[in-house]
């Protein structure tokens, strides 16, 4: 038997989060089985494993073995949810761990014994059941802690970089600046000579960025921020930006102040604004309300969602496979990852630590060890 973490939203917006035997899986020809060492808490994992639910509102119930976390469920949120209504589901989007069973295939066989990343979801367990062709041998030298966030945050990135460019931008902004996935586009900005605009809310969070090389950071707080953006805009020529906010003012404050900057460079007056394409890709929801653009900002503009897996099936299989061996190659520099707690299974389901991960807030990040800390 393994044990799993799993996430139940009931009917009646009751949400319970428990451990649960697992039966120990046995690989087909091109599977393997992975002693799962190390799994983040991405905020990503969040939206499956709180259902919304308030992170503070968890009460502890069961055993010190097998912990269960139980919360109340916003009634307004309950009918948007009834997909997953009373099914008990698993979570965990990626992880890193040891092949310990490996199917008849030779690519199954190539990889019994080794270190090896994953993603694919169901990642807070134990042991994963996962295609051979789904895992990423983790460089010598480099441990489960070192490549557990090896996918959503470096992918993430990447792509966010490979979108600017086959879209024809040369440069970008990215708001939650001084959060993991954050820093690592800083280095890669850093590295491949690609101009960064870093929207941050608070001096401290700026400080980080400015600590490690980031050349233009912009405090939402500061009383001139739409006058620092537009500069920073100006000098770097950014012409798109991915937003983890979402709602708010904010986007439109971005094509706003984007606008500005084109303008200072204009020939002459025109009623329709300019003519170059400004571009706001929504991927993250920090922020919940409807999301607000002011008609100050030309007709050349675009607002859309953005999610790191459609683009990656867009781009095909060539491609992201070139993206991943990259993440690989700068493991530990351009994608290094680090962690505030590391937590067994059981301590994953703490209230305590529920209040805490469950904000989602820079420099709170959580690495799960299933198989003990």
Avoid at 302 to 312: D, E, I, N, Q, R
Wanted: charged share 20%; glycine share 10%.
């Amino acid at each position: 038997m393994t044990l799993q973490l799993r996430s139940l939203l009931k009917s009646t917006g009751d949400l319970e989060i428990s451990l649960v035997d697992a039966p120990a899986a046995e690989p087909q020809a091109d599977e393997v089985v992975v002693r799962v060492d190390a799994t983040p808490i991405n905020p990503s994992d969040l939206g499956l494993l709180l259902a919304l639910a308030d992170p503070t509102s968890f009460q502890a119930a069961g055993t010190p073995e097998r912990p269960v976390a139980l919360a109340r469920v916003p009634e307004k949120v309950v009918p948007g949810l009834k997909a997953r209504w009373d099914q008990s589901l698993p979570v965990g989007n990626e992880g890193a761990g040891t092949v310990v069973r490996a199917g008849s295939s030779p690519q199954a066989q190539a990889l019994l014994g080794k270190a090896v990343a994953m993603a694919g979801g169901s990642m807070y367990a134990q042991e994963r059941l996962i295609r051979a062709d789904q895992c990423m041998v983790i460089p010598a030298g480099c441990m489960a802690r070192d490549a557990a966030s090896w996918y959503v945050n470096p992918m993430t990135a990447l792509s966010m970089t490979e979108t600017m460019r086959r879209e024809g931008h040369t440069a970008l902004v990215h708001t939650a600046a001084a959060s993991n996935l954050g820093q690592m586009l800083n280095r890669i900005c850093l590295k491949d000579g690609i101009g960064l605009v870093n929207i941050v809310r608070r001096a401290e969070q700026a400080e980080l960025l400015k600590s490690q090389g980031a050349q233009h950071v912009i405090n939402t707080s500061d009383a001139d921020f739409m006058a620092q953006l537009t500069d920073a805009l100006a000098e770097t020529g950014a012409t798109i930006a991915f937003d983890a906010i979402g709602g708010g003012k904010l986007p439109g404050q971005i094509l706003t102040c984007m606008e500005a900057a084109i303008n200072r460079k204009a020939q002459g007056y025109s009623r329709y604004g300019s003519e170059v394409h400004k571009q706001v890709y929504l991927y993250g929801n920090l922020d919940r309300m409807p999301t607000e653009i002011a008609r100050n900002v030309g007709m050349a503009w675009g607002v859309a969602g953005w999610l790191l897996t459609p683009f990656l099936q867009r781009i095909g299989r060539e491609d992201t496979q070139r993206l991943k061996q990259r993440v690989m190659d700068e493991l530990t520099t351009t994608f290094k990852s680090g962690y505030t707690q590391e937590v067994t299974l059981a301590g994953a389901l703490d209230p305590k630590a529920i209040a805490t991960y469950g904000k989602a807030a820079t420099g709170e990040k959580y690495l799960i060890r299933p198989n003990g800390v």
